[in-house]
């Protein structure tokens, strides 16, 4: 792995101090569904920046989805589901996340190669709403300064592999309106920190090793 030496505190880069972490999952406050006529006016908008009424409503999302591709026209597109207490909103126009160990790399893959990422948010409850944060991915391995300073902002995880982070160039919401309405049933799944904790920190690096080379088009993941 080669470190990264990105800084949370670069030029234009809101320091730790002010970071926003996303509240534990699963407590959602189901409040009455608001009109069609409400709901219509306020959707569709492109915004400046994450606000603080935008970064309260991102922590209260218990799932979210990321999208990345590789630029070969051929090669397969991803998204992959997220949840859990792993991402923080890091400014006006950064986000990022805990990455934790998986049997695919198609994320960091497609980050190391270009890049591009989209990280979608879907309302399951009674006021739909979808927001898009188009942007920019790095990767930061563990011992970096990103990696050490995001980390600290969640609970500790067995599984933790890097962390990621995406400088948002666009913020954007949709109505939501083909979303299904969703009860949360649990915070975490607990079979990734069983996994993760039974193989140990050694046994984990050889799973990545063996899992986490490449991606399915064959671009380098870790």
Not at 26 to 40: D, I
Not at 80 to 85: E, K, V
Not at 193 to 203: H, I, S, T, V, W
């Amino acid at each position: 792995m080669t470190p990264d030496v990105d800084s949370m505190t670069a030029a234009g880069r809101a320091p730790l101090a002010n970071v926003r972490r996303r509240r534990r999952p699963g407590t959602t406050t189901r409040g009455p569904a608001t009109s069609v006529a409400a709901r219509v006016g306020g959707m569709g908008k492109v915004f400046d920046s994450i606000d603080e009424q935008l970064r309260r409503w991102i922590d209260a999302q218990p799932m979210w989805f990321v999208a990345t591709a590789p630029l070969d026209a051929d090669g397969r597109v991803n998204v992959s589901p997220r949840g859990g207490d792993s991402l923080s909103v890091l400014g006006a126009h950064r986000v990022g996340w805990v990455d934790f160990t998986g049997s695919g790399i198609e994320t960091i893959a497609h980050l190391r190669e270009n890049g591009r990422a989209c990280v979608m948010f879907a309302s399951f409850d009674l006021r739909p709403r979808i927001v898009r944060l188009h942007g920019r991915g790095q990767v930061h391995w563990p011992g970096t300064a990103v990696f050490e300073e995001v980390t600290a902002l969640h609970p500790p995880h067995p599984s933790t592999r890097a962390v990621i982070t995406v400088d948002v160039e666009r913020i954007s919401d949709s109505c939501g309106w083909g979303v299904p309405v969703m009860d949360v049933v649990t915070d975490e799944r607990e079979l990734l920190r069983q996994f993760a904790e039974k193989k140990g920190p050694d046994g984990m690096d050889v799973y990545r090793a063996q899992k986490n080379t490449s991606s399915i088009d064959g671009l380098p993941g870790l």
